[in-house]
């Protein structure tokens, strides 16, 4: 997967130490949903028309549908958001059709709010399966075109730290106002 060359972040950012973390987060998503997100900020769990062709997926074979509250997903990296951004892309052309493109937004919190950005242990459980396999080798190929030893993480022993400095996996657990985002262009 090639990342457009205005996203390529990981020589400046990454480090022995891993992805740098600063003031500034992305978010990863699908053309479809800028506008709204534009308008209304980042919300939990914000993608509906998802949500939606879940449920009636779940009606039709019989099972009830559960709705739960996710967080807002951010990381530290252009790239990394890019990668997220291409899956959801992927995700959504399975149940919704259209033509849809991955978009990076760039978040902005001032100061007081950026302690709510919290490193994503939760993903232990995605890192395990195919998708977090696809992650995870994404990241070491990251490392190692700059130069880098990839990291060694022991995702059930890991130190929480470690998903955000080394995986740049971070989320946010109230709604992001429109005020503290924009899209990302070249």
Known sequence: MTTPTHLQDSKELLSNEGFAVGTIWYH????????SILI?????????AMKQAAKQTMATIGNSYTESVEPVFLTQSKELAYYWAKQTVRNRSVRIQGNESPVVIEIT?????QAGVKPDVG?????MLDEGEQFMAFVSGLYEVNGLEVPSID???ADRLDYLNKLGMAYYGNDIEAQYVQEVNA
């Open 28 to 35: 990863g998503t699908s053309s479809a949903l800028l506008e």
């Open 40 to 48: 209304n900020g980042l919300k939990r769990s914000g993608d509906q």
């Open 109 to 113: 919190l001032p100061e007081d709010l």
């Open 123 to 127: 993903a232990a459980s995605l890192l």
């Open 155 to 157: 995702l059930m022993k």
